[in-house]
């Protein structure tokens, strides 16, 4: 495990997971940080949640010739990128429905790294005019890959039902719609945080105690 604090707040890094110009992963990103400002862990200063947003990291298609979980990274901004995610004790995924998977940009992301993956903790986010549960499936997946667990809560955002179009002019693909979550949606959102700050001090517990008990492990 790198970089993932001990004690203290638990640091939540919240992944923009598309890239393209008028996406609505933006919009979504932004309420999933006003609903959790709002979280009792977060009022208390137990939980400190912040944007990381992939088009501003600016990763070029995977470039480094040595796979992440030798830890070898040789490139600036794989380095740079390490020390975004090991910064996080955990993520919230938003991701959309791409072609039945997530964004290139997001697999992207997490091919670059794997330490500062490992032993963390996630909730996933999706949208789609199904709810990009897909999607959510395949990143699970690949979670899984660089030890990664997942909460079991789950969010899929339908585009249809979810967002609002109203104002969008007939035919027009590019318009990014209001987010308009159906009810209950917050308060699904709220337990799948609820999971995130309580997971990760159960792993923190965890390794508190392994380290006292160095016996049981390797
Ligand atoms: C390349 C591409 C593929 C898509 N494939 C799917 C899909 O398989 N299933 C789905 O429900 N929506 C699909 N959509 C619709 C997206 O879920 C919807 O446009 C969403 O807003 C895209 O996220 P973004 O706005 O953050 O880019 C696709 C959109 C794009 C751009």
Redesign the pocket.
Known sequence: MQNTQTSGPVRIGVIV??T?P?????A?AGWVTQVASRHPAVRDGEGVVELVDLAEQDLPLLDEPVPALFGDYRNPHTRRWAGVIGGYDAFLFVT?????SI?AALKNAVDYLYAEWNGKVAGLLT??????T?AGDHLQAVLGEVRVVVVPTRLALG?FTDFDFADAPPGDPTH?ARLKPEDGREQSLTTMLTEIVTWTAALRAAGAAADRRPELVG
């Open positions: 997971g598309s393209r008028g996406r609505r992963s933006t979504v959309p429905d791409y072609n039945r964004p949208y789609g005019v199904q709810g990009g897909r585009l990014p």
